[in-house]
DNA sequence: CGGCACGTTGAAGGGCTTCAAGCTCTGTGG
DNA sequence: CCACAGAGCTTGAAGCCCTTCAACGTGCCG
């Protein structure tokens, strides 16, 4: 019950909250693990709990007619998960689907309404953290209609390398998560095919060095300049 | 001053608000009129005020570096406008396009921080836009990620039919807005040209009466077919 | 009536997908 | 410990979807 407490206090959202709010979230609060590939959540339920992720990866994905899978947004800890849609009680947008072993914690929404409407500074970071998303996929909008794969996949490379880039002596960044060339495709609206080719590519180029699930970036600021399609070399 | 109150009293997001607070907000309003083609606001401005479009229509659009416009969404009266950029206070993520001449009020975010922070139930309701757009956004890129482009223009014109189609006698629906072939290619990340072919090939079928930014739907169902990709005639 | 924005159509080509075959690792159970 | 199954990756070939460029209609409005 205070490990709960401590673990709310160190997300970003729910730091800095009186005292009294944080007892009653962490008194609702009930603690979930979850293995690789299991789904915290499914598309289409009624959503009567959001998820705050305290340890592990997640990403949120939505499932197309054909089968195929699109990745909407990945999470890290610290991350809340599916408050858009339990705050409103209508149903999830898509599949949380767990990357690394992750334990989350898990918090009705009606709670969560409750204590916004007292705590308006609450309010005021949970539509802050909406916002933001909303920006994000704006930006992911904007990428996907005017952009090409290489350009795409560049991306998300140097984002990758901003969130989870172990930065190395002879400057290359070394990825610290599992990405298949899979997840890659998925997160840019691409094949496997496609992106296992462009890696290729920029390995024969000495821009990056890939294996299996892992990815090391050679020369940052080339993938920057594919990236932000920049004229000269 | 009164017309002001009562035009915020007409729109969803305002109604059936104490007499007070509808009483600030009508009080701060600014009336503004923009004809065609011109911009409300900028892409990368900061923030302050937001917008209630009262007539008209306009668009929210992305400029990519190379020139790309993208639609992010559009907008019809009653709709609120750059109402997340505003209250957070960050920039615009996008700049806002009149597609038909428009009368909007203008009011200032920080206002509405206030207000919201004292009337809950207003807070819920912007709240509740925000995550409808947001789930917009993922729909949109679910479909930008795993759709062709004929079918997404399909969606589109089904999406446009159920918000402004004018139901005919013979059961075709005329889409009543000015519609160019670049408006739908920029709504889909495609070119004019793709979408001409697209609605010529149509045409020719016999789903879809076409002219200069004007479309009349004749076959709506087999349109939705297209749409939603489904497997027999 | 001339200008201009909108629209059509063709031809060429490129980017990406699809299908297919084979390879390389990883982990696991015999 | 080794072998093997399977997940992840690579590469080729074929082809389609869509873009790009270009030229030419068409209709609206000043």
Chains 1, 2 share one sequence.
């Not at 002879?170 to 899979?182: A, N």
């Not at 024969?204 to 000269?232: C, F, M, N």
Request: aromatic share 4%; with cysteine; glycine share 6%.
């Amino acid at each position: 019950l205070i490990d709960k407490q401590k673990a709310l206090q160190q997300t970003e959202i729910f730091a800095d909250l009186p005292a009294v709010i944080l007892d009653r979230l962490a008194d609702a609060a009930r603690k979930h693990a979850a293995g690789t590939a299991e789904l915290v959540f499914r598309q289409g339920e009624i959503a009567a709990t959001f998820y705050v992720l305290l340890s592990g990866r997640v990403r949120l994905v939505q499932h197309s007619l054909e089968g195929k899978d699109v990745t909407m947004s990945t999470f890290v800890p610290g991350d809340v998960i599916g408050i858009g849609a339990a705050l409103i009680g209508e149903t999830y947008p898509g599949s949380a689907e767990v990357l690394e072993p992750a334990e989350l914690l898990a918090l009705p929404g009606s709670l969560m309404w409750q204590v916004m409407n007292e705590c308006a500074p609450l309010a005021v970071r949970i539509l802050r953290i909406v916002v933001a998303r909303l920006h994000e996929a704006h930006d992911h909008i904007r990428e996907l209609s005017a952009e090409r794969v290489q350009q795409r996949i560049a991306r998300s490379l140097v984002r990758l390398a901003r969130k989870v880039g172990l930065k190395q002596a002879d400057g290359s960044i070394c990825l610290d998560l599992r990405l298949s060339r899979q997840d890659l495709a998925q997160m840019n609206g691409a094949t496997l095919e496609t992106v296992s080719r462009i890696l290729s590519a920029w390995e024969r180029e000495g821009l990056v060095d890939s294996g299996r699930e892992q990815i090391t970036i050679l020369k940052p600021h080339a993938l920057v300049v594919i990236a932000e399609d920049l004229p000269a070399l």
